[in-house]
């Protein structure tokens, strides 16, 4: 277990200026746990200044754990994942500077004849901007499912659609999607604060936020207010757990990739230690509510946020409901192998599983155009609207 006193003195230290002394305490207590035989893992923690606080870690490779390279001197094959959590440009916080890349062209975000819109959203917890894609296939009166995408650290609405290519597969299936954006003055890393109780609650913080922009897109244009879902990528994944527990009368199913369960910390502490051994103390949902359904991506060599987190999503999203279990084992061909396990209950398959195997801390399937994807993996954006659109919120 963490030791929550050093975490404790170490931010006191940062808030009063002492950065040199926060790291050296910090380190010291890593190299003290740390297991003798073990590959580097993730152990940087960036302290916070303000009431925002954001964790700091080095990225892990995307594909076998065993090929991970230092992000000082990249290979091809790091630079398929680039480090979500980037050094400050005053060099103040821990953490790898992590690799440049030029950002996403147009045609690497939205297919040609569709748009994609700004827009922005405020209410009495503040303001966000968003992205809106526009398939070519809309027309004013005819309701369209509706996807709400929430991006990882560091990342961007354009970065987040790039990388996954929602929007191209949106396209074939003519689907909205919607793509809030987390501001640097709301964190530093422009992680979505899914670790402080105050963004875990309906109709306070980043929640209402969220389903603000959500609601002010059905208000807008045409959407099926029975198929509107909502996935994410790391923070973002966490968000949209939460955005799951919270609003279950809003979205009819969720996706959450290399995220954590709803709940599973409530401070920076206990956000650091859930996402490097799990979540233990993720809460229940709704209580009596009814399962939502979810499907769950998350790479068994992820050393960012433990695998054990997926296997936590799984068990708060089934809650007490009793299903029926399946499980199987396939290859792409040229890639990695992955373990996919649904769970049906008496009328519905209600939840999917995918354990990818060899995957670290990436978007399965996703296009080196955007930041940390792994195109050797099965194709996460592809399977989540397949299973979104298997699904209509429940009367």
């Given at each position: 277990m963490l030791n929550q006193d050093t975490l404790r003195e170490a931010t006191r230290l940062t808030q009063a200026g002492q950065l040199t002394e926060a790291t050296a305490l910090l380190q010291g207590m890593f190299?003290?746990?740390a297991p003798a035989a073990a590959s580097?893992?993730?152990?940087h923690i960036r302290l916070p200044r303000h009431a925002s606080p954001t964790i700091e870690l080095k990225a892990n490779d995307a594909g076998n754990a065993a090929r991970a390279v230092p992000v000082e001197a990249p290979t091809a094959a790091s630079r398929r994942t680039r480090p979500l959590f980037d050094r400050a440009k005053d060099g103040a916080w821990l953490g790898l500077r992590g690799v440049k890349h030029t950002p996403a062209s147009m045609t690497d975000i939205v297919p040609e004849g569709t748009r994609f819109i700004e827009g922005t959203y405020s209410n009495?917890?503040?303001r966000r901007a968003y992205k809106?894609?526009?398939?070519?296939?809309?027309?004013h009166g005819q309701p369209l499912p509706l996807v709400v995408m929430l991006h990882g650290c560091t990342q961007s609405p354009d970065d987040f659609a790039a990388g996954t290519r929602m929007n191209f597969i949106a396209e074939e299936r003519t689907c909205l999607v919607v793509y809030p954006a987390q501001?640097?003055?709301?964190?530093?890393s422009k992680c979505w604060n899914w670790f402080r109780a105050a963004d875990q609650r309906r109709d306070e913080g980043e929640p209402s936020l969220i389903a603000g922009i959500t609601r002010q897109v059905m208000q807008d244009y045409s959407v099926d207010s029975r198929r509107v879902f909502v996935a994410g990528l790391s923070a973002g994944g966490a968000a949209a757990a939460i955005m799951g527990a919270t609003y279950a009368d809003l979205y009819?199913?969720?996706g959450i990739h290399s995220g954590l369960a709803y709940g599973a910390a409530t401070d920076m502490p206990s956000a650091f230690a859930a996402m490097r051994h799990g979540g233990g103390a993720a809460r229940q949902a709704i209580a009596d509510a009814p399962a939502l359904p979810t499907i769950i991506f998350h790479g068994d060599r992820d050393t960012t946020v433990h695998p054990d987190n997926g296997a936590q999503a799984v068990e708060q999203a089934i809650g007490a409901t009793k299903t029926r279990k399946k499980v199987h084992r396939g290859q792409i061909p040229g890639g990695h192998g992955y373990t996919r396990t649904t769970y049906a209950d008496d009328e519905h398959e209600?939840?999917?599983h995918w354990n990818i195997h060899g995957v670290g801390h990436a978007w399965s399937g996703g296009s080196p155009a955007g930041s940390y994807t792994d195109p050797e993996g099965p194709d996460a954006t592809k399977e989540m609207l397949r299973f979104f659109?298997?699904?209509s919120l429940r009367s």
């Open positions: 190299r003290e746990r580097p893992a993730p152990r009495k917890a503040g809106l894609f526009v398939p070519s296939g809309y027309r501001p640097g003055d709301a964190n530093p009819a199913a969720v209600i939840l999917e659109l298997e699904h």
